[in-house]
């Protein structure tokens, strides 16, 4: 019971880092071609402005895909701790797949959305999805043919940072799993909690460019750290 001698509270951050150990190759890295595109010219409100079924494919394809990927040990490792913890937690992810759901984790919040939503853009229902979007089925809650991703795109506003920021606010502990701290504003949670005290580690597989704000590193695969510093957490 070390460590729950000490914290109470703990909020955790997991990126690409941790899907990608399941097969799901990094969306929002640097230098991602697809199909000769630059993700940024699929992934932005001007590109589904631009060229829609561009980005539907896109989408579709991702969506599929992830269906096929299964959770990996460092998210069965995270859901065990969600189960077993007795504090507060919350997995604040950015990733879109449904890995941590799928491996058991119950407090997970998407900040940049979810692959198997659809969006409508007309009546603001999100419904679940897992099907093809290209063919502009009607949306099943107002039947308008206005379904996007429900995914946060590049120049969006990342969802429920309002509770994001409570959370921290609330932390003894912030653990950054899988994430390149490049992207804001995740990049600046493990300043602010930090900055309001909380413990700060990071399990990745090499330095990030945030590494100098963690109290600890950890580097290797999120296959290895994660399921040993969960168990360090429970002992
Ligand atoms: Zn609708």
Known sequence: MAAMDRIRNIVILTGAGISAESGIDTFRGGGGLWEQHRVEDVATPEAFARDPELVLRFYDMRREAIQTKQPNPAHFALARLDAEWPGELLIVTQNVDDLHERAGAKRVLHMHGEHLNAWCTWCDVRSSWRGPLLNRPPCPACGARALRPD??????????MDEIYAALRGCDMFVSIGTSGAVYPAAGFVR?????????LELNLEHSEGSAWFDESRLGPAGELVPAWVAEMLL
Request: aromatic fraction near 16%; hydrophobic fraction near 40%.
């Open 151 to 160: 995914v946060v795109w590049f120049g969006e506003m990342p969802y429920r």
């Open 192 to 200: 602010d909690a930090r900055e309001l005290g909380a413990r700060t």
